[in-house]
């Protein structure tokens, strides 16, 4: 065995929000990579639309900067839970991490998940406590967290002995010791070249890689990402992609590319422990074996968690449909999703037995709803069901997800939170109050208890609640949650809205739309003030008299709406409703349009 003592591959891990992907806009600047000329924004590795729109980061990215006569491979990586798979499958290409941490916040849920998989694959672990400049910051307590979570992760005496270091990752400072004089990164640049270990690999073994991401590119077509674990691969080599399911594929490299800063070049060969880019194989998944065509030998897998929350994804059959969108044939919405497949592991598509219908699985709401949004924002109009959570059954017994979830709020909303969340059986196991007043709760709760809690969560907190969770087991079935407790307001015909006619429906309810939207019957216009469902009509018009006076109907003011958003409607609907997604709308409605249908459903319910 031999170390290629030229590279260092590592992944950066943290809870959302606190300062990845800032640390490595720092570590870019004061490693050369861009010259003082060079326009450098803010969050370089958050390319997408999406992440800089929500302000956190969606997808692993692979990066590198040169420290001495090393060059380092970083792998920028999600903090949401949601994107955990993202997190899980970079791990597979590095050798050490750095665990970023609040200096405030401490340790949170997705930092124990992102540790414990590290410490799983026996990874060098940086510990960097990062904002020590805020004022509220806890330095020595959260030090003292952070042990405390090694130690509960079952954590072996050498993986205890990590190195520690202070930041401020937007001004790209490290320090070893809160007192010292450090003004830039090279503390932290001296851990990772001293303390990370240098990729291992076989110098007789053949060329084997593990293919842990995938890109596309409209010139080369598929492209494979992985870390090469053994041997060296040029331009033109004949070699095989191996999986369990498919067999051996051979293939040819058309190109090779590796990572240099946020770019890639190309090169002619590549050794044992880089991280490449590889071109000429159209049929590659996640998880594949790229290896010598003359010696094909597999590597191990990537296994990653379960999903816990799945969505059925249908054409949109409203009568609006095709107004606003492009891709509206069932034909190509299955092609977006299994596509969706093969470069996120977190997700899995199964058809259902319900025509043009799918049943998408994922991690939780949020990354559900990113694919979503980023299916309409390519021209896709569909209809989404509300959010279910995937069961388990074994000897008789169904078992659901349980999560984990950690309350920061202020003291004076700790018991109607409490409250709401006994309501869906949810088990308070732990309460403390930090030195800002400010109180963190512990809950144990399935996640059916969750779906649509996090706007009211908001809402009884006013805007101040901190909510983050994660899977923490499954249990056996916890009984019914009672769910929202007002019914829909729904149109019983089809049409424009009148204002008018919403001036008199805002006596029952809150309403969704504005006049001269369009409706249609079986849409859901606004939420009743009662818990039961009622027919209105939002297009009626007022009679016309010889005393109508144009000026009073002018005068009529309707309360303003606010828009809804797709993680609003993900929240409201119940189980016989659904979604309307397009690039232009968001709207809800009831899965049967005709009134007559759904009355005559419901008297069969009765009997």
């Known amino acids: 065995m031999k170390f290629n003592k030229k590279i260092r591959n590592i992944a950066i891990i943290a809870h959302v929000d606190h300062g990845k992907t800032t640390l490595v ?47 380092v491979n970083i792998i920028d990586t999600p903090g949401h839970a949601d994107f955990g798979s993202e997190v899980e499958r970079a791990l597979f290409m590095v050798d050490g991490a750095i665990l970023l941490v609040d200096a405030s916040e401490g340790p949170l849920p997705q930092t124990r998940f992102v540790l414990k998989k590290a410490l799983e694959k026996d990874l060098k672990i940086i510990v960097v406590i990062n904002k020590i400049d805020r004022k509220d910051a806890r330095i020595k307590e959260v030090s003292d967290e952070i042990f405390e979570l090694f130690v509960s992760l079952d954590a072996t005496d050498e993986q205890l002995d990590y190195p520690i270091l202070y ?5 790209g400072i490290a320090k070893r010791k809160i007192d010292d004089d450090s003004k830039d990164l090279t503390p932290l640049f001296e851990s990772i070249y001293n303390y990370i270990p240098a990729p291992l690999y076989r110098d007789d073994d053949i060329f084997q890689m593990l293919v842990c991401d995938l890109s596309y590119s409209d010139y080369l077509g598929r492209l494979a990402i992985g870390k090469v674990i053994n041997g060296n691969v040029k331009k033109n080599d004949q070699l095989v992609c191996i999986n369990s399911e498919r067999g051996i594929i051979p293939l040819t490299v058309t190109k090779l590319q590796v990572y240099e800063g946020n770019r890639i070049k190309e090169v002619e060969s590549v050794e044992s422990g880089e991280i490449i880019v590889l071109a000429g194989v159209e049929d590659v998944r996640i998880g594949d074996t790229i290896c010598n065509k003359d010696f094909p030998k597999s590597l191990p897998g990537i ?50 037995v319900e025509p043009n219908t799918f049943i998408v699985k994922g991690r939780g709401e949020l990354q559900l709803s990113v694919l979503i949004e980023s299916m309409r924002r390519e021209g896709f109009e569909l209809t989404v069901g509300r959010p279910e959570v995937i069961f388990k059954y074994k000897d008789g017994k169904r078992f659901e997800p349980i999560e984990h979830i950690f309350i920061d709020t202020e003291d004076m909303y700790v018991g109607i939170v409490t409250e709401k969340l006994s309501l869906r059986k949810g088990i308070l196991y732990n309460l403390s109050t930090n030195a800002n007043g400010r109180v963190r709760m ?13 706007s009211e969560f908001l809402t009884d907190t006013r805007g101040t609640g901190i909510m983050n969770g994660y899977l923490e087991c499954y249990e056996e079935y916890k009984g019914d949650i009672p769910s929202r407790t007002t019914g829909s307001l729904v149109s019983e015909k089809e049409g424009k809205a009148v204002a008018y006619a919403l001036s008199y429906l805002e006596e029952r309810g809150r309403l969704f739309i504005v006049p001269n939207d369009p409706v249609y019957e079986g849409m859901i ?14 297009t009626k018009e007022k009679r016309l008299s010889n005393m109508r006076s144009v000026s009073k109907d002018d005068s009529i003011l309707l309360t303003p709406v606010v828009p809804m958003t797709l993680e609003k409607a993900m929240e409201f609907i119940k189980d016989d409703e659904m979604i309307e997604v397009t690039p232009r709308s968001i709207r809800l409605r009831k899965k049967v349009l005709s009134t007559l249908e759904r009355r005559r459903l419901r008297g069969e319910k009765k009997e």
């Open 442 to 454: 512990e809950f144990l709760i399935p996640s059916r208890g969750l779906i649509g809690y996090r």
């Open 525 to 538: 216009i606004g939420e009743h003030s009662k818990e039961n469902d009622l027919n209105v009509n939002p």
């Open 303 to 352: 296994f990653i968690n379960e999903p816990a929350i799945s969505m059925v994804f249908t054409v949109n059959s409203s009568p609006l449909a095709g107004r606003e969108g492009k891709n509206i044939q069932s034909k190509k919405l299955r092609e977006r999703l299994y596509k969706e497949t093969l470069k996120n592991v977190g997700i899995q598509v199964e058809d259902s």
């Open 25 to 71: 806009d720092s570590m870019f600047k004061q490693s050369g990579i861009f010259k003082v000329r060079d326009g450098i924004e803010e969050r370089i590795m958050d390319s997408l639309d999406l992440e800089r729109e929500r302000g956190i980061t969606i997808a692993a990215k692979n990066c590198s900067i040169n420290y001495k006569d090393i060059k």
């Open 167 to 171: 930041a401020v990752g937007r001004d």
